[in-house]
């Protein structure tokens, strides 16, 4: 695989392939009820400064003007919007897949080490790098990133975001206590670190800041009222935090903060909550938290993978949907198994068998594409395939490997509807089915080519 870097935004392109996306939220209905399923097969994607041109079958022929452009041709292959991940930390690649602890313990004896790294520049530079290359070598252009406390980390994301024009929210983590030395700051120091991260960041481009408080215990209450000024303070600004991941974690906020009703409500008395607040994971919250999540127009990330990985229960998405709640999807690594969407479905799917809903692909496409957008309020920029959005797209093989060819085989010869064939696509599926990583219209992503090499300066840290 190859990841480049920028191209001139000003080049043409055509993609040719069969295109799936949504116009409509397919909700829990059956696939066969669903609406707002997209699906065009054998269509033309002209792309031209980043953004979509024109789609049109490729019956029709190449639009007028467009005849010289070459076109890519990928007959019989997906191509969908990219994916959005809505909550994922940079730093945690470090520690995905360690073993045996539930949040609390798994912070301290995996996380916290390893983001302490990341105060060294160089590493934060090297450790941006390798993210972003990882979730373009998954299928995703888009996501809602933690760095660590460290202002060279947001930086780092940044940079390398906005050499490759993609939709990047992220934003120096807040932490001033419960944290070992070097992953604490200070409430006039984070105010200022995020004042000139929005000041030279935010807007540019792509780049979208977020406040980022890490989660309640880690911040004073003097640092969550900065944090809910600066939200105030800055329009168009992200909130981005964890709330009622754990039980344990929902116990400990309630001895930290006794005048608080509950665990979102520490959040939403300095005013952190609104239509850009994201709250990752969202599992044991009340009727009365919901009822706040959909008053503020806030939204939950839901971590399937993280969440059964480290035990911290099954988010009741079926419940958050009838209620009216904006729910995206994420892979929350490392606390996740896998930056590949497609698997993270796949987990969502069985954690919602477990509480007797069906999770059709339908909608956990939607939501990982069209709905994420539309609940960041970027859904005029990106998440559909259609003239004057942003041609962040991805291109997939429906089955690599002997059984997933064999059931995708059935799947075409036996007349099973398209739903059939996207769920097994789906469920079978991983970052091997991917072909190409269009962002902004820049291929980021090829397979089957090697990719560059990245120092590994990241570990000059660990011990020998």
């Known amino acids: 695989m190859t990841q480049t870097g920028s191209q001139p935004t000003s080049a043409r392109s055509i993609l040719r392939g069969d295109l799936l996306d949504f116009t409509a939220d397919p909700g829990f209905a059956s696939p066969d009820q669903a609406q707002g399923v997209r699906w ?25 003007g ?76 888009s996501a809602v990133v933690f760095p660590t406390v460290h202002k060279v980390s947001a930086e780092a994301l940044f940079e390398v975001g906005h050499a490759h024009n993609m939709r990047l929210i992220t934003g120096k983590v807040l932490m001033d206590r419960h944290a070992p030395d070097g992953l604490r ?84 008395q300095d005013g952190l909550l609104g239509p850009r607040a994201v709250l990752a994971h969202g599992i044991w919250l009340d009727e009365t938290d919901r009822a706040v999540i959909k008053e503020r127009g806030a939204q939950i990330s839901h971590c399937p993978s993280s969440n059964l990985f480290l035990g911290s229960g099954l988010f009741n998405w079926a419940q958050a949907q009838q209620e009216g709640l904006n ?27 477990l509480q007797g809903t069906k999770l059709t692909a339908w909608k956990a496409l939607h939501t990982a594409t069209t709905g994420a957008a539309q609940a960041l309020g970027l859904g005029d920029e990106m998440g559909l395939i259609e003239p004057g959005h942003m041609a962040d797209l991805t291109v997939w093989d429906w089955a690599r490997g002997a059984v997933a060819e064999h059931r995708d085989a059935v799947c075409r010869h036996t007349g099973g509807q398209l739903h059939e064939r996207v769920f097994v696509w789906m469920t079978l599926g991983d970052e091997r089915n991917l072909v190409q990583t269009l962002v902004g219209g820049q291929k980021v992503f090829q397979s089957g080519t090697p990719s560059d090499p990245i120092p590994n300066s990241t570990f000059k840290h660990l011990p020998a």
């Open 40 to 64: 065009r097969p054998d269509h033309l994607v002209c792309i031209e400064g980043g953004k979509i041109e024109a789609v049109v079958p490729a019956t029709a022929g190449v639009p007028f």
């Open 66 to 141: 467009w005849e010289s452009v070459a076109v890519d041709d990928q007959r019989g292959r997906l191509i969908l919007p990219g994916f959005i991940d809505t909550h994922v930390h940079c730093p945690q690649l470090d520690v995905i897949a360690s073993f045996g602890t539930e949040l609390l313990d798994w912070l301290n004896t995996y996380t916290f080490p390893a983001e302490r790294r990341y105060a060294d520049p160089e590493v934060s530079r090297v450790g941006a790098q390798r993210f972003l290359r990882a979730l373009w070598a998954h299928g995703t252009t």
């Open 185 to 268: 700051d200070d409430v006039a120091g984070a105010e200022r670190d995020c004042i000139d991260l929005i000041d030279r960041w935010h807007g540019v481009g792509r780049q979208s800041f977020a406040v980022t408080v890490r989660f309640a215990p880690t911040s004073t209450p003097e640092q969550l009222a900065m944090a809910g000024r600066l939200c105030q303070t800055y329009a168009g600004t992200y909130m981005q935090t964890h709330v009622a991941e754990n039980r344990d974690e929902v116990a400990w906020v309630a001895k930290l903060f006794p005048d608080a009703r509950s665990y979102l409500d520490v959040y939403d």
């Open 327 to 353: 729910v995206s999807l994420s892979s929350d690594v490392g606390g996740g198994t896998s930056l590949s969407m497609l698997r993270n479905m796949g987990d969502a799917y069985k954690i919602q068998a």
